[in-house]
């Protein structure tokens, strides 16, 4: 996949899906942590677009209780939906910086607008997103992208971009889930959606668990990969916008990150929920960039850190 690789970098400082502020801060923070320089010293065609606007939770009500800040995110996400196409199609790899999880629907929009149906979705996640206005708890749209990228909900956010659904329910697999509302185990059975929680790959582990994934994937023109940091255990994460508690850990989500890479063709990959404010000595950030290293074939971690400080 990194042969001849272009990458293009779209930054969503969203923080209108969540409830907690920092997340908006997640693309830039990437940024100055290093993501674009280490990229660029692999000899990778790299460009960045800057971010997307996005106005604050300040300068805005929040409409609905059920669906809040509908009408701004619907806007952002028609944005994202048109750069994620026009990068593909320029031949890059979309490289989606976060912001809450609600920019899926704007980037599987957009994947959906080349790739048609004959894509996968791999969601690592410790949610699964499957709430409608009807099931929400919170009314965070950050908790509703992938049933919105299924066709299920309100009906400006699932005609992002085009009209409908934008996944087969046969085309996704959620991993590293743990923590479910009610309906949404419902939905999930519904759509017969394949799933592997947290206790799944502690019971048979990522090998056993990515030779599953394979099978499931076959026959599909490529994966686009929507990683929510807080699938990781705070321990190693703790720059996250929902604390997860007996998440993955560092092995586990380095080890499924190369793993992906070594089974498909990836097409692209957005990385959400990063909340620097609360990270500790970069800790998040330099894992988030190993994971995207991960997604790319390369090795990146404390070693090339510790010669870079060396050399420099």
């Not at 960045?48 to 669906?67: H, M, Q, W």
């Not at 899926?104 to 791999?122: D, N, P, Q």
């Not at 949404?184 to 582990?205: M, R, Y």
């Amino acid at each position: 996949m990194t042969e001849n690789l272009k990458i293009k970098i779209i930054g969503v400082p969203m923080d209108l899906g969540a409830f907690r502020v920092g997340v908006d801060m997640g693309p830039n923070a990437l940024r100055y942590a290093g993501l674009i320089k280490c990229i660029k010293k692999l000899g990778i065609d790299i460009i960045d677009i800057g971010n997307l606007p996005v106005p604050t939770p300040e300068s805005r009500a929040s409409g609905r209780k059920n669906l809040k800040y509908r009408d701004e995110i619907a806007k952002v996400s028609e944005e994202l939906a048109q750069c994620t196409q026009d990068a593909l199609r320029g031949g890059y790899f979309p490289l989606i910086l976060g912001g809450d999880h609600s920019i899926a629907i704007g980037s599987i929009s957009g994947v959906a607008g080349i790739f048609k149906k004959k894509f996968g979705v791999v969601w690592i996640d410790a949610h699964p997103d499957c709430n409608t206005p009807k099931t929400t708890l919170s009314g965070n749209i950050h908790g509703m992208s992938l049933a919105v990228a299924l066709g299920h909900g309100d009906s400006r956010l699932v005609n992002c971009h085009t009209p409908g659904a934008k996944l087969d329910p046969a085309n996704i697999c959620i991993v590293g889930a743990k923590d479910f509302d009610k309906e949404e185990k419902k939905f999930i059975a519904d759509n017969k959606i394949k799933l592997f929680t947290i206790d799944d790959i502690s019971d048979i582990g990522i090998k056993d668990m990515m030779k599953e994934i394979r099978k499931h994937f076959a026959g599909l023109d490529g994966i686009f990969i929507s990683l929510d940091l807080d699938v990781i255990d705070v321990a190693f994460a703790p720059g996250i916008g929902i604390r997860s508690h007996g998440g993955l850990t560092y092995r586990e989500i380095r080890h499924l990150c190369r793993s992906l890479y070594k089974s498909f063709n990836i097409i692209g990959m957005e990385l959400v929920e990063f909340n620097p404010i609360f990270d500790r000595d970069n800790q998040t950030a330099n894992l988030a960039i190993e994971l995207v290293f991960d997604i790319l074939g390369h090795e990146y971690g404390d070693y090339q850190r510790y010669l870079e400080l060396q050399i420099n």
